[in-house]
């Protein structure tokens, strides 16, 4: 039986058919793998989906998954789109919606991209698992990590807010402060992998955390009736999230199950950390590393993601832009987006209220435009025990 999925370079097109075991970046040139599915599902296959479960793992042929194999899974996806009619209100908009990715088992949407990685590389032999984090990355991989019976390491920078830090221990991972940023727990990472053998899922350094991201935007085009909405507002950190929907929103249109034009994707950063934002505004195909980075935003304090290239490319092909808030803008979105809408937004979440603002402001943003802001994790984790 011919395999369901390779591996494609994103940089230098290089295939690996069947994929490599336990994947990680291109040996040509050291850019990032993306899967490439041996065939897009057919439009018929969405009557199948009328008898499966909200969970992520009902687009199984969207996924690289085999047909019988069994998912790493704690009933994640399946998340709410939520009409926001009083934030539409303020900003004069008439279908606004929240994608509120706080209802994950883990309490964001990296617990998407920890099924999909942890699923593969279980089948794929994996032993040990380490990532650095940002937060709720870590809490995610611990969480899988033990569903599978995967021992964990986790690297994350001191000063990471204590519920988070205890949300990891509590999973039972091994879990190391590290003085600086996310790229500092990236190195020790890497050498812990060297070391100890154990398998780097760090963002975009294997090619499956953003197949479970890629179900954020099937589901957004099946909750709106198999229709793309006019915008979606996104706060980026490493990037998957936003790279995964970019594919995912041009696969549907290839594959005939939604009609018209995807989405134009905005990045959200903060002042404090905005190299995708800064390379976007100055015309660059790559971003460069931030210095100093500092934002109350944990999951956007990534100052050189692996993904630049591919988050300035999904901007830029679908016609949106970015959007770099101060600080006090941030935990002003939190409390609008909490007390207008009841939802239970991080500071992630209310970087992307901050932004829309500035979108309406600037003309980007129309009263018709169906608008799609996300909240990718929940409020509670920041908040001091």
């Known amino acids: 039986m011919s395999p369901r999925w390779s591996l494609v370079c994103s940089a230098c097109d290089r295939e690996e058919t069947p994929p490599a075991r336990l994947a990680t970046l291109c040996a040509t040139c050291g850019a990032p793998w993306l899967v490439h599915l041996a065939e897009l599902p057919e439009p018929t296959v969405k009557r199948a989906l009328e008898a499966r479960s909200w969970s992520l793992w009902r687009y199984r042929e969207w996924l690289p998954i085999a047909g019988s194999e069994d998912p790493v899974s704690l009933g994640e996806g399946g998340t709410p789109l939520l009409p926001a009619s009083r ?13 509120d990715e706080s209802q994950n088992p883990t309490g964001s949407f990296k617990a998407r991209g920890m099924a999909a990685a942890v699923t593969r590389a279980r ?10 984090t940002a937060g709720n990355a870590g809490v995610a991989l611990s969480a899988y990590g033990r569903r599978a019976g995967i021992p ?17 221990r509590t999973f039972g991972a091994d879990l190391e402060e590290v003085e600086g940023h996310i ?19 760090s963002t975009l350094r294997e090619p499956y955390r953003i197949e479970g991201k890629k179900t954020m935007g099937l589901e957004i085009a099946e909750q709106l009736g198999w229709r793309f909405p006019d915008v979606v507002v996104y706060p980026a ?8 929907m970019w594919l995912a929103f041009r696969d ?4 005939g199950w939604v009609q018209g034009t995807p989405p134009r994707l905005y990045v959200v950063q903060s002042r404090g950390c905005a190299p995708v934002v800064r390379a976007f505004h100055s015309g660059s195909d790559h971003t460069d590393p931030w210095p100093d980075p500092d934002t109350a935003a944990v999951g956007l304090r990534v100052p050189s993601p692996l993904g630049g290239k591919l988050m300035l490319q999904a901007l830029r092909d679908t016609g949106g ?27 992630e979440g209310g970087a992307t209220v901050a932004a829309l603002k500035e979108l309406v402001h600037a003309g980007r943003v129309e009263p018709g435009h169906t608008v799609v802001l996300f909240n990718t994790g929940a409020g509670w984790l920041y908040r001091v025990p």
């Open 87 to 99: 934030l539409g209100r303020e900003f004069g908009l008439q279908h606004l919606l929240i994608k």
């Open 123 to 132: 089948y794929d032999g994996a032993t040990a698992l380490t990532t650095p």
């Open 152 to 168: 964990v390491t986790v690297f994350a920078p001191r000063g990471t807010p204590p519920r988070i830090l205890e949300q990891i």
């Open 183 to 201: 790229g500092d727990c990236g190195v020790r990472a890497r050498h812990h992998a060297a070391e100890r053998g154990a398998f780097d899922v």
């Open 237 to 244: 950190g490493g990037g998957t999230g936003l790279i995964g």
């Open 252 to 255: 549907l249109l290839r594959a």
């Open 321 to 347: 832009g970015a959007v770099a808030v101060p600080e006090p803008d941030i935990a002003w979105g939190m409390e609008r987006m909490t007390s207008a809408e009841a939802v239970d937004a991080g500071p």
